[in-house]
């Protein structure tokens, strides 16, 4: 099964930064983790959850969303299973948890989120 786990969350202040890891984990002997396209998405208090950024299975390709543009960086160590969001100028919207999603096919793998707060 994959396991996808989220860190780096923390209290930042506005205009700071924080780097969030998405360390994939696999039972099986096989390495897969290049199979996966990576999202992260965020969730605000009371909020639904809203894609933040994506990356393709060899990082061909990145998207975001307009409020991040320019701000966050998504990136991936295919190696050591690991993916990342390296968040710049971090404003109180930004505030909630983010969530780390592994897919592949019909199969999505959704991590726990890790909490992220901006204060101003």
């Known amino acids: 099964q994959v396991q996808p786990v989220e860190s780096g969350g923390g209290l930042v202040q506005a205009g700071g930064s924080l780097r969030l890891s998405c360390a994939v984990s696999?039972?099986?002997?096989?390495?897969?983790?290049?199979?996966?396209?990576l999202e992260w998405y965020h969730q605000a208090p009371g909020k639904r959850r809203e894609f933040v950024a994506s990356?393709?299975?060899?990082?061909?390709?990145?998207e975001y969303a307009d409020s991040v543009k320019g701000r966050f960086t998504i990136s991936r160590d295919n190696a050591m299973n690991i993916g990342y969001l390296q968040m710049n100028l971090l404003q109180p919207d930004d505030s909630g948890v983010y969530y780390c999603?592994?897919?592949?096919?019909?199969?999505?793998?959704w991590g726990q989120g890790t909490q992220v707060t901006v204060s101003s």
């Open positions: 990356i393709t299975r060899t990082a061909r390709t990145t």
């Open positions: 999603n592994a897919r592949y096919g019909p199969n999505n793998y």
């Open positions: 696999e039972r099986s002997s096989e390495r897969t983790f290049t199979k996966y396209d």
